[in-house]
């Protein structure tokens, strides 16, 4: 029986005995890339949204391989930061991959909506625009039938993420693959699901509440002070760097505690 308590002890304790390098590869690819995607958030229509969506989405690459090396460095610590970021540049791609595959099934499984919106002839751009124009009608059936299979790929998308997401990027870490990790994930999950989904849903409540503070009351602040500044302004970069560091903070303890998991679980089922 993996004790979700315990595997918070080991957390903190390798996060206080290894800060030192834990910190540098956490700012490097995760705070900065965090920090610029909020700056573009916060930026609006001043960014062309083309342009702003491309390059989050570029950001995701390094915040994947920092979160696979500060893994790697909590499965193995003695290794050294070094040795962690050799490890997760080595198993990056195969993670990247498995990611891809979760990713790709749950898209997959979301387009009979899309294609039943199209088939009614419901006009796609103008249902999900954000201008106050009245919003195309829907038929009571297709309406209903959207509602019971959103709610259905809702449950499944909750599953594939709790059974095979939530530890993956440990399993990646330590014994890489891309089907075979998929496999070792899902194994390792079975018996503490519901403990990983409250950790999940734990975690992203507190990275939340976090978050929202921070934009909130610092962007009210900010505008409070300076009403005309613009999307760059000093105080749009000080609230992004500000939902950087919470988001580096979660992604970090998430990463870490994962790891952890992982030695808890693999030691359960082994008898150890």
Do not use: H
Not at 128 to 157: C, V
Not at 161 to 175: I, P, Q
Request: charged share 10%; net charge positive; hydrophobic share 60%.
């Amino acid at each position: 029986m993996v004790n979700m308590g315990n595997v918070w002890d080991r957390t903190t304790e390798f996060l206080s005995d290894n800060l030192g390098a834990v910190v540098p590869i956490a700012l490097l690819t995760i705070f900065v890339p965090q920090s610029i995607s909020g700056a573009i958030k916060l930026a609006g229509t001043a960014v062309a949204p083309a342009l702003g969506q491309g390059i989050m989405l570029a950001l995701l690459i390094p915040m994947l391989w920092g979160q696979l090396a500060i893994a790697v460095l909590a499965l193995r610590p003695d290794g050294g930061r070094g040795a962690a970021q050799s490890t997760a540049t080595r198993r990056f791609l195969p993670y990247l991959l498995a990611m891809l595959i979760l990713f790709g099934v749950i898209v997959v499984l979301f387009l009979p909506i899309i294609l039943a919106l199209v088939a009614s002839g419901v006009d796609l751009t103008a249902l999900t625009s954000a201008s106050a124009e009245p919003k195309p009608d829907i038929s009571p059936a297709m309406a209903g039938f959207i509602g019971l299979y959103g709610l259905a790929w809702l449950i499944f998308a909750v599953f594939v993420s709790v059974r095979f997401s939530t530890l993956l990027v440990a399993v990646v870490a330590a014994e890489g693959g891309v089907i075979a990790a998929l496999r070792r994930s899902f194994a390792l999950s079975r018996g503490i699901a519901w403990k990983l989904l409250g950790v999940v849903l734990l975690f992203g409540l507190v990275v939340g509440v976090a978050s929202i503070a921070v934009t909130s009351v610092f962007g009210a602040l900010f505008r409070f002070l300076d009403p005309t500044a613009g999307p760059f302004a000093i105080g749009s970069i000080v609230v992004a760097i500000l939902g950087g560091l919470v988001t580096t903070a979660y992604y970090v303890v998430q990463s870490s505690f994962m790891a952890k998991v992982y030695l808890a679980a693999t030691s359960a089922r082994e008898g150890v």
